[in-house]
C-alpha cells in the first residue's frame, strides 16, 4: 500500500460514504472516470477488490471495510494535526464537525450561526442523525462534538447539559382539550398518541412520564419524524408530545396548542456531548465553551409558549 496518496484515500472515503460514484464524484468536484480509475490504482495497490457491484448497488467487500477503517483513521490524524497547527494561529482556523440530533436542528443552527460569525475562518461540518447514528458517531470516534437532549448512560462519554428542553403535550387548537384548563394526567388515557419511533430519545422520555402517571401511552400512529407529527397533530390526527424548542413557530401562530397539563411542560436539558478520550480541537473547544457560556445564558428555562401557560395558570 505504499504507492496509496491521501488523495486517493479522500476518494475512497467518499466512494465508501456515498457507495455512489457520481455523488463521490459531486463532492469532490471531478468527473466520474476520474474517481473510477483512482479506485482502480487503490485496488490495484490493495491487491484484492475494495469494491463490489450487485445490481445497480455497490458494496464494500472486507479487504475495503478494513481499509475504510484505516483510511478514516489517518484522515482524522491529519485533520488533528491541520487543527493544531491551526491552533498557533488563534481559533478562527480549522473545521467544527459537529452532529445534531433531529430534535435540535429547530434551534440549534442560529447558535452555530453566531458562534461562526465569531469566528469567520472556521469551517462548519453539520450533520442530523437520529439516535443511534449519533450514538455511533460518536463511539467510532467520527465527530468532534454532538447535540442530543438525552445522553445514555454507560458509555465512555461526556455529556454536558447547557440549555433546558422543555417537553409537553401539543394539539390542534381545536382539539377538545385545547380550552381546558389544569388538565390531570388521567384525563389522556383515551387520547390517541402520535409517538416516536422506539429508539427516539423522545419517546422514551414520554413513556417514561407516562409510566410514572401508571399510564401507558396509547399510540395512534408511529411516526419517525418530529416535523410530520406537528403536521398529523395540526389537522386533528392525534396528540403530540414534543421538545418546544420544534413547536415554537407553531405555538407563535397558533396553528398548535400547547395543553395545560397538570405537571407540564416536563423540563429537561439539552446537552453538548463527546467522546471521554476525544482530543477536541481548538475549535471544538472554543464552542463547547461558547455554548456552556453565552447559549446556556441565551436560552431560559421557559420560552414564550411557557411563559403564556403560566399567565393562563395564574388567571
Same mark, same amino acid.
Given at each position: 500500500?505504499?504507492?496509496?496518496?491521501?488523495?486517493?484515500?479522500?476518494?475512497?472515503?467518499? $466512494?465508501?460514504?456515498?457507495?455512489?460514484?457520481?455523488?463521490?464524484?459531486?463532492?469532490?468536484?471531478?468527473?466520474?472516470? @476520474?474517481?473510477?480509475?483512482?479506485? !482502480?490504482q487503490i485496488e490495484l495497490a490493495a491487491g484484492q477488490?475494495?469494491?463490489?457491484?450487485?445490481?445497480?448497488?455497490?458494496?464494500?467487500?472486507?479487504?475495503?471495510? @478494513?481499509?475504510?477503517?484505516?483510511?478514516?483513521?489517518?484522515?482524522?490524524?491529519?485533520?488533528?494535526?491541520?487543527?493544531?497547527? %491551526?491552533?498557533?494561529?488563534?481559533?478562527?482556523?480549522?473545521?467544527?464537525?459537529?452532529?445534531?440530533?433531529?430534535?435540535?436542528?429547530?434551534?440549534?443552527?442560529?447558535?452555530?450561526?453566531?458562534?461562526?460569525?465569531?469566528?469567520?475562518? $472556521?469551517?462548519? !461540518?453539520?450533520?442530523?442523525?437520529?439516535?443511534?447514528?449519533?450514538?455511533?458517531?460518536?463511539?467510532?470516534?467520527?465527530?468532534?462534538?454532538?447535540?442530543?437532549?438525552?445522553?445514555?448512560?454507560?458509555?465512555?462519554?461526556?455529556?454536558? @447539559?447547557?440549555?433546558?428542553?422543555?417537553?409537553?403535550?401539543?394539539?390542534?387548537?381545536?382539539?377538545?382539550?385545547? !380550552?381546558?384548563?389544569?388538565?390531570?394526567?388521567?384525563?389522556?388515557?383515551?387520547?390517541?398518541?402520535? $409517538?416516536?419511533?422506539?429508539?427516539?430519545?423522545?419517546?422514551?422520555?414520554?413513556?417514561?412520564?407516562?409510566?410514572?402517571?401508571?399510564?401507558?401511552?396509547?399510540?395512534?400512529?408511529?411516526?419517525?419524524?418530529?416535523?410530520?407529527?406537528?403536521?398529523?397533530?395540526?389537522?386533528?390526527?392525534?396528540?403530540?408530545?414534543?421538545?418546544?424548542?420544534? $413547536?415554537?413557530?407553531?405555538?407563535?401562530?397558533?396553528?398548535?396548542?400547547?395543553?395545560?397539563?397538570?405537571?407540564?411542560?416536563?423540563?429537561?436539558?439539552?446537552?453538548?456531548?463527546?467522546? !471521554?478520550?476525544?482530543?477536541?480541537?481548538?475549535?471544538?473547544?472554543?464552542?463547547?465553551?461558547?455554548?456552556?457560556?453565552?447559549?446556556?445564558? @441565551?436560552?431560559?428555562?421557559?420560552?414564550? %409558549?411557557? %411563559? %403564556?401557560?403560566?399567565?393562563?395558570?395564574?388567571?
Amino acid at each position: 500500500m505504499k504507492r496509496v496518496t491521501l488523495r486517493q484515500l479522500r476518494i475512497f472515503d467518499a $466512494v465508501a460514504h456515498h457507495l455512489n460514484f457520481s455523488r463521490a464524484a459531486e463532492e469532490l468536484h471531478l468527473t466520474q472516470p @476520474a474517481v473510477s480509475m483512482q479506485i !482502480k490504482q487503490i485496488e490495484l495497490a490493495a491487491g484484492q477488490p475494495l469494491l463490489e457491484q450487485l445490481g445497480k448497488k455497490i458494496f464494500l467487500t472486507e479487504a475495503g471495510r @478494513a481499509l475504510l477503517r484505516h483510511a478514516q483513521a489517518i484522515l482524522r490524524e491529519l485533520e488533528e494535526a491541520q487543527q493544531s497547527l %491551526a491552533a498557533l494561529q488563534g481559533v478562527n482556523q480549522g473545521t467544527l464537525d459537529i452532529t445534531l440530533i433531529s430534535t435540535a436542528k429547530y434551534f440549534a443552527p442560529r447558535f452555530l450561526t453566531q458562534f461562526c460569525d465569531l469566528y469567520p475562518g $472556521v469551517r462548519l !461540518k453539520l450533520a442530523v442523525n437520529n439516535r443511534a447514528q449519533l450514538l455511533q458517531r460518536l463511539l467510532d470516534n467520527e465527530i468532534d462534538l454532538a447535540i442530543m437532549g438525552h445522553p445514555p448512560h454507560g458509555l465512555d462519554i461526556v455529556a454536558e @447539559a447547557f440549555a433546558p428542553n422543555p417537553h409537553a403535550i401539543i394539539a390542534s387548537p381545536n382539539h377538545p382539550l385545547a !380550552k381546558r384548563r389544569r388538565i390531570p394526567f388521567r384525563a389522556l388515557c383515551n387520547e390517541n398518541f402520535l $409517538v416516536r419511533e422506539p429508539g427516539s430519545g423522545t419517546r422514551m422520555l414520554m413513556e417514561r412520564v407516562f409510566r410514572d402517571h401508571g399510564m401507558s401511552v396509547s399510540a395512534s400512529m408511529e411516526i419517525s419524524s418530529d416535523e410530520t407529527i406537528k403536521q398529523a397533530a395540526m389537522v386533528g390526527m392525534g396528540l403530540g408530545f414534543l421538545s418546544l424548542h420544534t $413547536v415554537e413557530l407553531e405555538l407563535q401562530t397558533r396553528r398548535l396548542v400547547m395543553l395545560d397539563v397538570i405537571g407540564t411542560p416536563i423540563m429537561r436539558k439539552w446537552y453538548i456531548v463527546h467522546g !471521554k478520550n476525544k482530543r477536541l480541537s481548538p475549535v471544538a473547544r472554543a464552542f463547547r465553551e461558547f455554548l456552556l457560556t453565552r447559549v446556556a445564558a @441565551a436560552l431560559s428555562p421557559t420560552d414564550a %409558549a411557557t %411563559a %403564556a401557560q403560566e399567565k393562563k395558570r395564574r388567571r
